[in-house]
């Protein structure tokens, strides 16, 4: 495993994005989605960032199938969300933006429930993966197009608790051959 981004590489970034945020924002009622499970420790960091009047909701995303490195079909399932987002302005926290196709669903999904305003927040975008014509609004960093674990994303369910983020090395991952 290589390191990518350091402990104090990821909060500096994530002290830019909250700036960011709140700028924009400002003392607007904010609802942060969050979108399980890999963006917990990025939601937990961000929000210790913002003062200012939010609430924090979840939502969860399922694309990886147990030992693949590649996108297998999406699960969502916004059951989790408790409060009325309609009328509020919504900020999307995932993890990673890859091929997009998360973001790309859930979005239109949230929009049905009448919020005032969605944007998206992603702590990782990966180079030339993108299959959809969305960009996220914030973004911590841009990498280049490696399997990457820690803070976060898992690889099988491993490795979320990793204070950095690092990219598996081939020895490293082992691709469901299928039956
Ligand atoms: P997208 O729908 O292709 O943009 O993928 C987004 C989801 O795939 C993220 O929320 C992650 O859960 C997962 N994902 C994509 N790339 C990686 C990676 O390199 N490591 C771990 N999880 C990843
Ligand atoms: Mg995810």
Request: no cysteine; glycine share 0%.
């Given at each position: 495993m290589k390191v990518l981004l350091t402990e104090d590489q990821l909060q500096q970034a994530i002290r830019r994005m909250a700036g960011e945020i709140a700028e924009h924002y400002r003392d607007r009622p904010l609802t942060i989605v969050g979108v399980m499970i890999g963006s917990i420790v990025l939601l937990a960091d961000l929000i210790r960032l913002l003062d200012m009047p939010l609430r924090v909701e979840l939502v969860q995303a399922r694309s990886y199938r147990r030992n693949s490195t590649r996108p297998g079909p999406l699960v969502l399932n916004?059951?989790?969300?408790?409060?009325?987002?309609?009328d509020r302005d919504v900020l999307l926290v995932d993890d990673i933006f890859d091929t997009g196709h998360t973001l790309w669903e859930l979005v239109p999904q949230l929009d049905e429930l009448g919020p005032a305003s969605i944007r998206t927040a992603v702590l990782l975008r990966k180079q030339g993966r993108c299959e959809v014509p969305i960009q996220p609004d914030y973004v911590g960093f841009d990498i280049p197009d490696a399997f990457v674990v820690g803070y976060g994303l898992d690889y099988n369910d491993l490795?979320?608790?990793?204070p950095y983020v690092a990219a598996l090395e081939s020895g490293e991952i082992r691709e469901e051959t299928g039956r």
């Open positions: 916004l059951d989790l969300l408790s409060s009325d987002v309609r490795y979320r608790n990793l």
